[in-house]
């Protein structure tokens, strides 16, 4: 988060181009900025903040981009992949007001260009309907002097980030799977990018448990090669967090099993 980023978007509330929904995606963006005026959210993430749709968003990207208040550069992943826009924010080509007026609160006119029923929020711009935003009501509740926000609490362990996969996490992923005849390797990738962008996963996990499919398939085929159309399909296999369930496999001593605590049992 960068405070100047915050302050410097709140500042061009006084310019007649901006309008409010512009102003609120742009505090978005500056929430996530970096010390080098850098930020990338996703848009699913833009549109769950703000309660905007992701045609709105789209559109007012555009519109900020359009007076030069920031930059948008799309990102890929190695394989080709979409990942979420790099956003280059201009702030010292774009210095803010006054800093004095980010001490008188948020209740001033409205600008002459600047209609109540702005292109950001009426009926008919894609979706983008004041009753969506949320925040400001009709009593005003905002009329307040405005102070920084507080530093984020410390992450959860749910909330933390995992550690950042390898690059060549698909070649990986693909030279391990227990692959059959029409496996789709394109599949495969495209939703393992999905499952290393969602950061819920960590891939020495997801390669710990592919490791025990692998091996039990791989031993099924040695015992009958016709089994190998019992190998899932590996996009299916990813769907379906198989890499949760799958386990080492039991010991066998014998023609009996391991019984509890490693002791010897017998089938009665």
């Known amino acids: 988060m960068s405070i100047r980023a915050i302050n410097w978007a709140i500042h061009l509330g006084e310019r007649d181009d901006v309008s409010p929904t512009m102003r609120h995606i742009l505090l978005v963006l500056a929430n996530f900025a970096s010390d080098e005026d850098i930020s990338y959210p996703r848009q699913t993430i833009i549109a769950k903040i703000t309660g905007?749709?992701?045609?709105?968003?789209?559109?007012?990207?555009?519109?900020?981009?359009?007076?030069?208040?920031?930059?948008?550069?799309?990102?890929?992943?190695?394989?080709?992949?979409?990942?979420?826009?790099?956003?280059?924010l201009h702030i010292e080509e774009n210095p803010a007001v006054d800093a004095a007026l980010f001490y008188r609160?948020?209740?001033?006119?409205?600008?002459?260009?600047?209609?109540?029923?702005?292109?950001?929020?009426?009926?008919?711009d894609s979706g983008c309907k004041r009753g969506l935003q949320g925040g400001v009501n009709d009593d005003d509740t905002l009329n307040h002097t405005l102070e920084p926000s507080q530093?984020?609490?410390?992450?959860?362990?749910?909330?933390?980030?995992?550690?950042?996969?390898?690059?060549?996490?698909?070649?990986?992923?693909?030279?391990?799977?227990?692959?059959?005849?029409?496996?789709?390797?394109?599949a495969a990738w495209t939703k393992l990018e999905t499952i290393e962008r969602s950061d819920e996963?960590?891939?020495?996990d997801l390669m710990t448990g592919l490791g025990y499919y692998a091996d039990?398939?791989?031993?099924?085929?040695?015992?009958?090669?016709?089994?190998?159309?019992?190998?899932a399909a590996a996009v299916v296999w990813l769907n379906s967090a198989r890499w949760e369930t799958e386990r080492a496999p039991v010991k066998r001593v014998g023609n009996a099993w391991d019984g509890v605590n490693g002791n010897r049992v017998t089938a009665i």
């Open 105 to 124: 609160g948020v209740n001033r006119v409205t600008p002459p260009s600047v209609k109540q029923v702005d292109a950001g929020v009426n009926e008919d």
């Open 151 to 186: 530093e984020p609490k410390a992450r959860t362990s749910k909330q933390r980030k995992t550690t950042p996969w390898p690059e060549d996490f698909r070649e990986q992923f693909w030279k391990r799977y227990p692959k059959k005849p029409g496996d789709s390797r394109k």
């Open 201 to 204: 996963v960590e891939f020495e």
């Open 52 to 88: 905007l749709t992701r045609p709105c968003i789209n559109k007012n990207l555009q519109n900020l981009e359009a007076v030069k208040l920031i930059t948008a550069t799309g990102r890929k992943h190695a394989s080709g992949g979409t990942r979420s826009s790099e956003y280059q």
């Open 216 to 231: 039990r398939m791989a031993a099924d085929v040695k015992a009958d090669a016709k089994n190998v159309r019992f190998i």
